[in-house]
């Protein structure tokens, strides 16, 4: 059973537009989410973060949005560049046990 | 700092052979994640530590087993090697469980 679900597997976007990157989680235990960005043979780097009690965090041009209620979040970039080509990760922490939960991971696709 | 690095790199077994897979941090990091990729299926939990001496199941733990005998080293045993077994393997740390993890570079292993 997936605690964690990424519904798009991959996205293309407009250099320079929004990327609109999605998350759902069923455990209402979760309560710290991370989004990780992986490019080809290397480990995911740390990208943002957020913590069950705020609704939004911002960090440049990376903002995450968590909708508790929904149990969704999503991670906007913008402006969006053909650097930002990569696989994204969403995460979330079980505050009962301390494990991290990944979603399957979306492929985002910036053209130049 | 090296962060997080895995060994080995690259492995091909055959079926029913036995490998130990280590992971050394040197960030003195309480928290220890051992994670497989597998294509479609995002990063998947094995095993996990949260301090020396300490292990506990992720969400794949079957055919794996774990040792943290050392607060900077978390090893993942495979003590009789399957073709299922055929994955990305990827190591990951973090000071406590409200914090980024921090990933390896990863270990390509191939189960014939």
């Known amino acids: 059973d997936q605690q964690v679900k990424q519904n798009s597997p991959s996205l293309s976007v407009q250099e320079g537009r929004i990327s609109i990157l999605n998350c759902d989680y069923t455990n209402s235990m979760f309560d710290y989410f991370l989004w990780y960005k992986k490019y080809p043979a290397e480990g995911p780097t740390f990208l943002i973060s957020?913590?069950?009690?705020?609704d939004k965090n911002e960090d440049g041009r990376f903002t995450v949005f968590l909708n508790k209620s929904a149990k969704h979040l999503s991670l906007h970039i913008v402006p969006s560049q053909p650097g930002d080509s990569a696989v994204y990760f969403c995460?979330?922490?079980?505050?009962?046990?301390?494990?991290?939960?990944f979603g399957t991971g979306t492929r985002l696709k910036v053209l130049a | 700092n090296a962060g997080v690095t895995q060994t080995p790199k690259f492995r091909v077994l055959k079926t029913g052979q036995s490998m130990t897979l280590l992971c050394a941090q040197d960030m003195n990091h309480e928290y220890m994640y051992w994670y497989r990729q597998d294509p479609g299926m995002g990063l998947r939990l094995i095993h996990y530590s949260v301090g020396e001496g300490t292990t506990a199941k992720g969400e794949v733990p079957d055919g794996y087993n774990v040792s943290r005998l050392k607060k900077q080293n978390f090893l993942l045993g495979l003590e009789s090697a399957a073709p299922s077994q055929t994955s990305v393997y990827f190591c990951?740390?973090?000071?406590?469980?409200?914090?980024?993890?921090?990933f390896g570079p990863g270990t390509r292993l191939t189960v014939l």
């Open positions: 957020i913590s069950s009690i705020k």
């Open positions: 990951a740390s973090t000071q406590d469980r409200y914090n980024e993890q921090f």
């Open positions: 995460a979330a922490m079980d505050s009962g046990t301390y494990k991290y939960i």
